[in-house]
C-alpha cells in the first residue's frame, strides 16, 4: 500500500476513522518503529466555524489526564492547514463493536467497568468531566485493556459558572444525565456517572435501558429512570445500576461509593498511575501555551500593533444535541417539571453575534434596563424599579450554531412573571424583531426546517 511520511517522521497508514473536520489515520514513527495513531484536523475549518476554543481544550485535557486506561496524547504538529495530533494506537478498536454482537459475560463486563470508573475518577480528580461517555468512545488495547478516548466534549472545572454548575447541553441522547437533557445546569461527575452506569447496562444486556424510536418519549423514559434489568443480570450489579441511574443527581450514587461496592471490587486490580500525571503544573502550563501558539498561531490574525479591541461577548457554541433540543417543536422542560410553566423563550436569528447584542442593548436602553455582559454569550438585563416580587432580571444567552445562524434563549431569573410576559410581548418581541428569523413556538417556515436539519447533520460527528 502506498504511504506518506508526515512531517519527515510518521509514515501514514489507513484509515481508522472519520468525521465533519478530522480524520483519523494509522501511522508509524519511523525512528522508533512505534505504532500511533494520528488526528488530523482541518484548521481552516474549525476556525472558520469558530471551533477553535473547543480543539484547545481538548488538547489541554489530553495534557492533563495521563492515566494507563485513557488514550494518551503524545505530541501536537501543525502545518499551515493542518492540525496532527499524535496519539496512543488502541488495536483493538472500539467496544461498541464487541457490545454489538451481545452482551459480554459478568467478569468481562465488570472488568471493563472498573476500569471505566477509575479512569473516570482520575479525570474528575482533575478537574475533567468527560461529558460524551459512550461504548463508541471506549477502546480495548489487544489485552481487552479499556482506554477512553475523544474528549472532544469534555469541561474543566474552571468551565463551570458561578453556581458551580455546568450548563452546555451535550453527549448522545441515550446516554446523557436526565439533568443535562433539563438545561437546568449539572453537576459534570455526576453526569458522568449517569453515563457509565448506562454503559454498564448495556455491556450486561447487550442493548440500551432507554431506548425509542420517539426521541421525546425516550428523553421522558431517562427523566423517570423508567427501565427494567434482564432476568440474567446480577443481583449487586442489578443494586447497583439502580443506584447510578438515580434521577435526582443529589442523591445519586457517587464514585467513591461505586468503588466501595462489593460486586464493582470483585476481582479489582488496581494499576499505579503514570508518574508523568503528577508533573509539574507550571510546565505544563508553558508546554501547553507553547503548544496553542504553535498550533494556531499560523492561521490567527493576531497584530500586537492593533488597540485593544473593546469588550465582546463571545456566544456558546452548540453541538448537534443542543440543536435537537432547541429544534422547533421539542420543548423538554415538560418532561422534568412538576408544573408546565414555561420560563423562557427561544428565537432563532440569521444575524452576526454582535449584531444580535447592539440590538438587545438598544432595546434594554429604550426600557431603561442596566445590561451587564458574561463570559459565554450571557447577557443580563436588569431593571431599576422594585416590583411585586423584586426587580425584574433577564437573563439572555446566545447560542452560536455558525457565525451568522445563532439561538437565543430569553428567560426570566428574577421578578414578578406577569410583568416578564408583559415586558416580552409589549416591548421586547416587538423591539427584535428585524434580527429575529422565527419565535419558538411559532409556526415553522419552511426554508427554517430545510435549514435545521442541514446544520444538525453538518454537526453530527464533527469531531472524531
Given amino acids: 500500500m502506498e504511504t506518506k511520511l508526515l512531517m519527515e517522521r510518521y509514515e501514514l497508514g489507513k484509515l481508522l476513522g472519520q468525521g465533519t473536520f478530522a480524520k483519523v489515520h494509522h501511522a508509524r514513527d519511523i525512528k522508533t518503529s512505534m505504532n500511533v495513531a494520528i488526528k488530523i484536523i482541518d484548521k481552516e475549518k474549525i476556525v472558520k466555524i469558530g471551533m477553535t476554543d473547543q480543539i484547545k481544550r481538548e488538547i489541554s485535557v489530553m495534557r492533563l489526564v495521563r492515566h494507563s486506561n485513557i488514550v494518551q496524547l503524545y505530541e501536537v504538529m501543525a502545518s499551515k492547514k493542518k492540525i496532527y495530533c499524535v496519539m496512543e494506537y488502541v488495536k483493538g478498536g472500539e467496544l461498541f463493536n464487541k457490545v454489538s454482537k451481545g452482551k459480554l ?7 471493563c467497568f472498573q476500569q471505566l470508573i477509575c479512569a473516570i475518577d482520575f479525570c474528575h480528580s482533575r478537574g475533567v468531566y468527560h461529558r460524551d461517555l459512550k461504548p463508541e468512545n471506549l477502546l ?4 481487552g485493556n479499556l482506554k477512553i478516548s475523544d474528549f472532544g466534549l469534555s469541561a474543566l472545572a474552571e468551565s463551570e459558572r458561578q453556581d458551580g454548575l455546568l450548563h452546555t447541553t451535550c453527549g ?9 437533557i433539563n438545561r437546568r445546569g449539572y453537576d459534570g461527575a455526576k453526569a458522568d456517572i449517569w453515563s457509565c452506569g448506562v454503559i454498564l447496562y448495556v455491556l450486561l444486556a447487550g442493548y440500551l435501558p432507554f431506548h425509542d424510536s420517539n426521541l421525546i418519549e425516550m428523553y421522558r423514559k431517562i427523566g423517570k429512570a423508567e427501565f427494567k434489568c434482564p432476568n440474567w443480570f446480577p443481583p449487586g450489579a442489578r443494586r447497583l445500576i439502580s443506584k447510578i441511574l438515580d434521577p435526582n443527581p443529589s442523591t445519586r450514587i457517587s464514585i467513591s461509593k461505586i468503588m466501595e461496592n462489593s460486586w464493582f471490587r470483585k476481582g479489582l486490580q488496581l494499576k499505579p498511575i503514570k508518574a508523568d500525571a503528577e508533573s509539574n503544573p507550571k510546565d505544563a502550563e508553558a508546554e501547553e501555551a507553547a503548544t496553542h501558539d504553535a498550533v494556531f498561531g499560523v492561521c490567527e490574525n493576531t497584530d500586537s500593533r492593533t488597540k485593544p479591541k473593546p469588550e465582546v461577548v463571545k456566544p456558546a457554541h452548540l453541538n448537534a444535541f ?9 420543548d423538554l422542560s415538560g418532561l422534568f417539571e412538576e408544573r408546565n410553566i414555561k420560563r423562557e423563550v427561544i428565537f432563532t436569528s440569521k444575524q452576526p453575534a454582535k449584531t444580535i447584542i447592539s440590538k438587545l442593548e438598544n432595546v434594554a436602553r429604550r426600557l431603561k434596563l442596566k445590561v451587564m455582559k458574561r463570559d459565554g454569550g450571557l447577557l443580563k438585563l436588569e431593571g431599576s424599579n422594585e416590583g411585586r416580587k423584586g426587580v425584574l432580571s433577564i437573563d439572555v444567552e446566545i447560542f452560536e450554531v455558525t457565525p451568522n445562524f445563532h439561538f437565543v434563549e430569553v428567560k426570566k431569573s428574577n421578578g414578578d412573571t406577569i410583568e416578564y410576559k408583559k415586558t416580552m410581548k409589549k416591548d421586547i418581541r416587538p423591539g427584535l424583531e428585524d434580527i429575529v428569523w422565527t419565535w419558538q413556538g411559532d409556526e415553522p417556515r419552511p426554508q427554517q426546517q430545510v435549514a435545521e436539519e442541514e446544520i444538525l447533520q453538518t454537526y453530527q460527528g464533527a469531531l472524531i
Fill in 105 to 111: 459475560k459478568e467478569d468481562v463486563a465488570r472488568k
Fill in 140 to 143: 480495548l488495547d489487544e489485552n
Fill in 172 to 180: 448522545t441522547p441515550a446516554y446523557v444525565a436526565p439533568e443535562v
Fill in 322 to 330: 443542543d440543536i435537537i433540543s432547541f429544534s422547533t417543536g421539542i
